[in-house]
């Protein structure tokens, strides 16, 4: 009888939110789980603790081959690493712009440039890219935000036709609203605070939705929506996850007419 190989899987920003509870509950689920953190962690965790910055080039490599080193082998991929920049688009500097994109679109790449070598070279695996719903419409307020989850999906189709014959699946999950430390770690351009053309609508836009995810539920369902994707030998290109109060943007955006579109969007938003 030929012996039952483990799984590996690799979890980036696996120190809060998504991140762990992707991690702790594949480890649950007999994984061999790698998760990564910009700092070390400091409890004793459920899965193997990589310190892995995923803005950073060598580090980044170091992790991924270090992971693979322990183990022998690389399954699959959750790109869960990221951060949220809030103000208006007029007055993000590009400094700040750049800063978002460099976590949330070219960490994802970097990962993935990572670990494609050996995944290609064992014959298959999974690259599960964590999107957003802000990823499917422009998220007012949230511009950069936005646009890097915009960013990432376009780079994620792209790179689902270019591996598929190496038996690699990418897939892309796209969640609303959940409790997470996301909101704390949320930063606000520098001019928000002295903002008068925008801050009336920008302070009602952020009171809302940090108001959301405070109250929003457990990020497990995402935790078991990955593990469903990578026990799918053929899984979609996208899944949305969350409140369907939220997830109804994305019909609402694709069959009705852009000018109605925007005007409920408008009306839920007070813009």
Request: glycine share 8%; hydrophobic share 40%; net charge positive.
């Amino acid at each position: 009888m030929s012996e039952i190989v483990q799984r590996v899987v690799l979890v980036t920003g696996a120190s809060s939110g998504i991140g762990k509870c992707c991690a702790k509950h594949l480890a649950s689920r007999g994984y061999r789980v790698f998760g990564t953190s910009r700092r070390p962690l400091e409890s004793p965790t459920a899965f193997d603790a990589i310190q892995m910055d995923v803005d950073d080039d060598r580090s980044v490599v170091d992790g991924v081959q270090t992971a693979i080193q322990k183990a022998g082998r690389l399954d699959a991929v959750v790109n869960n690493a990221g951060w949220g920049l809030m103000g208006p688009v007029e007055t993000t500097t590009i400094e700040e712009a750049k800063a978002q994109l460099e976590t949330n679109f070219f960490g994802v790449l970097r990962v993935c440039r990572a670990v494609l070598p050996a995944m290609r070279q064992q014959g298959g695996g999974y690259i599960v890219n964590i999107s957003s719903l802000a990823g499917t419409f422009g998220l007012p307020f949230s511009g950069m935000y936005s646009a890097s989850k915009f960013a990432l999906e376009g780079a994620s189709e792209s790179l689902r036709w270019e591996t598929r014959r190496h038996g690699i699946r990418v897939v892309l999950v796209e969640p609303g609203d959940f409790r997470t430390s996301f909101p704390t770690a949320r930063r606000l351009t520098a001019a928000s605070a002295a903002d008068n053309v925008y801050r009336e609508a920008f302070e009602r836009i952020r009171v809302a939705q940090e108001k959301d995810e405070l109250n929003g539920p457990s990020p497990d369902p995402i935790a078991f929506l990955v593990e469903r994707i990578l026990c799918t030998p053929n899984p979609r290109i996208r899944y949305s996850v969350g409140l369907l109060s939220q997830r109804i943007v994305i019909p609402c955006k694709r069959f009705l007419p852009q000018r109605l579109f925007e005007w409920l969007l408008c009306r839920v938003m007070g813009l």
